[in-house]
């Protein structure tokens, strides 16, 4: 259980965290919930309201719809790694700020690098530029599977998107998740982006 002592030790270390304005707003930080020994990662954007309140990712209408979509493949929650690209919430909930992003990415990385997990999915367009290191929209990038750090990244919308847009895309993220499942099950193969999509941890140095 190495990977998950230090995720708590690193946990302990973000809770206090002041790196950046958004400290002195927050109730909580949300630093991430899940096995941390899990197959699959999901990286978000920032908390939200309720987020923010419990101290934990993805536990709003978002999280349920998130919840439900894993359960369409076969999956619970307590199955897979949840956490976001800002452990605090911004104000309003904005967009996060290039500033805040570069104070808080260097917690997502080591978590990526404890639970090290085959699939990493990333949910909306600032958890999929981030770590794909392509500025081009999550309509462009979604329903495929790209070799990023030696794994597969599963860029998909975010869960507040789709309850926004309507069915359209909620099955656009259902064809997603059912991607991830064949990713899983090793039936998947990688698409063909180029040398400077497989191997994006140094982004984060």
């Known amino acids: 259980m190495t990977g998950h002592d ?5 946990a302990a270390v973000a809770a206090g965290c002041t790196r950046c304005p958004l400290a002195s707003g927050r109730t909580t930080v949300v630093f991430g919930d899940g096995d941390s020994d899990a197959d699959i990662m999901f990286v978000g954007e920032a908390p939200g309201f309720h987020e923010d309140q419990q101290g ?7 999280g349920k719809l998130l919840e439900r979509l894993l359960g369409e493949i076969g999956l619970r929650r307590d199955d897979v790694y949840i956490a976001n690209v800002l452990k605090c919430r911004p104000p309003g909930n904005r967009d996060p700020l290039p500033a805040e992003i570069e ?18 999915v990333t949910l909306g367009n600032f958890a999929t530029k981030l770590l794909l290191k392509r500025d081009v929209g999550i309509t462009r990038l979604r329903g495929q599977v790209y070799p ?8 998909t919308l975010h869960p507040a998107a789709a ?37 994006q941890l140094g982004l984060f140095s």
């Open 103 to 120: 104070e808080c990415k260097d917690y997502l990385r080591r978590q990526l690098e404890l639970v090290d997990p085959r699939v990493v």
């Open 163 to 199: 309850l926004r847009g309507g069915e359209r895309l909620l099955d656009q993220m259902r064809e997603d998740f059912a991607l991830v499942r064949s990713v899983v099950d090793g039936a998947e193969s990688l698409a063909a982006v180029g040398d400077d999509a497989v191997e």
């Open 56 to 62: 934990l990712p993805f536990v709003g209408a978002a």
């Open 148 to 155: 990023w750090w030696r794994r597969h990244l599963v860029p």
């Open 6 to 10: 230090d995720l708590m030790k690193l």
